[in-house]
């Protein structure tokens, strides 16, 4: 495995610092357990490696991790035509190294099995991707999130099994102690997954290098004390163990003379080699080519030609120059075709070489040069800098060239299925038809986030931002602005989302493009919605709409509005929740949708089921089940069972809700979907409590608690204790009561989630109010009642309402107890809620008896009992309530 300056391997330069460094971390000196070694590009790091792994440096053994892995389209590629798995890359390089440590046989089994269990993983990811791509996953009327995990979720389930392979193999090789070392460390920052630093949108960074330095980094260094690490890049990691740090800078005059009289070049050139050099290292050593070429060739350079050839310029404005014009015209012509893609492949440069061959010999001939490696999987690199400069050269001297280069490459790299490569070339020498071009990237940014494909969206974007000559016009920075807000939202990371949406929607603003900033609306609203801020999310809605029908977008209409009904719902207007709901139902039956459709008829039938329509419920959610079972949509079907489950539970009939929970459970648990069978657990611990069934309800809900920690949902551990605690309420322990909401409300403050807080500051008023401390409950409840009329919620602010009503009547407030019963009614009576109209004429009719009106009291428990017998079954406790207050037997 070669690396920059190979030439010089067994003369390396006197970099004093850092070899004593290396010996330190050998000998175990200090407890480090890490060396980071830095330095701009040229500096010499790959050849500091290159030195330590070939000499055994210390009397070390080492393996060498390259992280050209994570650029090379071969390698990187995820398999089955899923585009990149640069985190599987990455730690595919690592076990290389460790590997490297081990005996050939032991070394063969241990890659052997770690190679299988990562591609399982892989396929079980594929898998569980595949299935939530499809569709979303909420379920109506649920404080939780329901159906398989977030894509991010799974995603994190993934890496982490990755880790688990990693350390396994590790603890295979741990009889093999040694140094593994990590080249080219900058490239965890552009292989990025998550909301990453986007120099033309300004948002905060969640790097790839932060997960391997937090996660995979410091798991081995604490599971497997005989590994130790070196670290190479640009950039000086912060690494989470111990470790030194060791800076590579411009050569002094001596270390330049050291290298060069290794090299052979002659003592009286070494002051100018220096003095146009820098002192940088890739540059020397490419000096050094040339000056040993020109000795070959019978045309020796001289001191005084290296100054007039450098002219004052730095390294790059002219070495790359004199270098080509030193070569014979076809090895010129071949190592200018060379520098046009990011790496090489002989099969590559023979298709771009149509006016010259290339044989093997000529493709080998290319090793030959200092700024030249051949990467783990044989392909070939430039160094950075020097790329750069033959690239500029090749551009300015001979443009055509430059331009059928990247074309070629272009084709290739769309043959072998490599679409960040592709688009790096077509827009780094673009034809005539930019709006073509950029059409189909954004074509190709968007199916890699629909298939949940982040690192090949990362990609693709980086490819736009690399090879933008010059930097990126206004429309693709706010496309790409707006893609890495969505790269961000997929990774949970919401608030770098939305700044980047804010930015993109500025820049569509300023272009007055419509589309553009219709979907980046949509997005902003699908944030605010899942950050709880729904007048936001509505407004956000509202514009996009707006403008998808200006633009006839039938499909952008659908989306939205199904958005829009779903806010609409969960704020309580279920009459605009309807309306929205069936007009995008008519609009993706048009568009001949089936999942869209399925996904409206789920919506509708939960809708249907809150206003206590039960067979308008049934027939709505049987459409829903029937087009999920002909997609073949498992999380769908699961889904609509927890539905039906939940609508038995409602309707009194427990044994029913139990059965379909259950199969919604196993349903969850077939597709190896943890969040799915949390909520299912959540849900039939829920049942039970609301049977009485206290022990099982606690036994079922501790279940889903630690399915969430496990997940680290924290929205789902919130709802969970939020569930406990009005459990132990029931069970009159009301220091654990306490101690459980206040945990669900500041995990709904940490999120931001200002419906969850309302929720749990009612019940914390409730249980104030239980153990007579009236003021504390007036307290909590009218900070619940601002939040939900904040957001707004009418269906909360009616229940808080008859909840403020109690501590009214029990100080004797008779009147302000009968105001606050009335609001409620009315908000009751706007949403077509009969049982919670019920449950509050049954507490008018009851103040109306101690007041002494018997007619008033009579009156209201009447309509209370038709209202309540219409939706819930006589044995229901709410019936016999308002029975019992009539003096009827109940």
Known sequence: MSTYGEPTMGTFTDRVEALAAVEDLARGRGGLRALVVWGVSGQGKSTLLSHVHATRWAGAKYGLAQLSYLIDPTVAAGGHGQGPDLARALLEAIAEAI?????????????RDYRAAQAAAQAQWQIRIEMTAAHDSRISNSPITAGGPSPAMWHALYRQALVDGLADLAEGASAYPGIVLIDTSELLRLADEGARRDPDAGAPAADLDTWFTATVLKRLVAEHPGLRFVVAGREPLDLPVSHARVELTEWRPEDTAFFLESRGVPGELTAAV??????????????????????????????????????????????????????????QHRLLLAAVPRTLTHELLRTMCTDVGCTDSDFRRLWRHSFIRQTPAGRLQLHPLVRSAITAY???????????????????????????????????????????LTTWWQSQVTAALDGYRLDEANLLIDAVHEAAHPPLSPPLRAHTTYFRGRVAYFSDHYPAARQLFDRSLGLYRDLA????????????????????????????????????????????????????????????DDPEAKRLLDEALGLYRNLEDDRGQAHILRSLGNLARLRDDDAEARRLLDQALDLYRALADLRGQAHVLWSFGDLARVRGDDAAAGRLLDQALRLYQDLDDRRGQAHALFSLGDLARLRDDDAAAARLLDQALELYRDLGDRRGQADTLFCLGNLAQTRDDDATATTLLNQALELHRDLDDRRGQAHALSSLGNLAQMRGDAAAASRLLNQALQLYRDLPDRRGQAHTLRSLAIPAQLRGDDATAVRLLDQALGLYRDLGDRRGQAHTLLSLGDLA?????????????????????AVLPESDDLVRWIRQSLGEPA
């Open 513 to 572: 493009d419509p589309r553009g900033q219709a979907d980046t609306l949509r997005s902003l609203g699908n944030l605010a919605r899942i950050r709880g801020n729904d007048t936001e999310a509505k407004g956000f809605l509202d514009q996009a709409l707006e403008l998808h029908r200006d633009l006839e977008d039938d499909r952008g209409q659908a989306h939205i509005l199904r958005s829009l009904g779903d806010l609409a719902r969960v704020r309580g």
């Open 274 to 331: 220096h003095t146009v050099c820098g002192g940088t290292p890739v540059w020397t050593a490419m000096t050094a080519d040339l000056v040993l070429q020109a000795q070959r060739s019978g045309r020796p350079v001289t001191a005084d030609w290296l100054r007039t050839a450098a002219a004052g310029q730095p390294a790059a404005g002219w070495l790359p120059a004199k270098y080509l014009e030193r070569l014979s015209d076809d090895d």
């Open 394 to 436: 090749l551009h300015t001297q001979y443009p055509r060239r430059w331009a059928a280069a990247h074309r070629v490459a272009a084709a290739y790299f769309e043959d072998t299925g490599s679409p960040a490569e592709v688009a790096y070339h077509r827009f780094a020498a673009p034809d005539t038809d930019s709006r073509a």
């Open 849 to 869: 008896r101690i007041r002494g009106d018997d007619a008033a009291a009579e009156r209201r428990l009447r309509q209370a009992l038709g209202l309540a017998s």
């Open 99 to 111: 590997g490297e440590l081990c005996p050939p046989k032991a070394r063969r089994a241990l890659m």
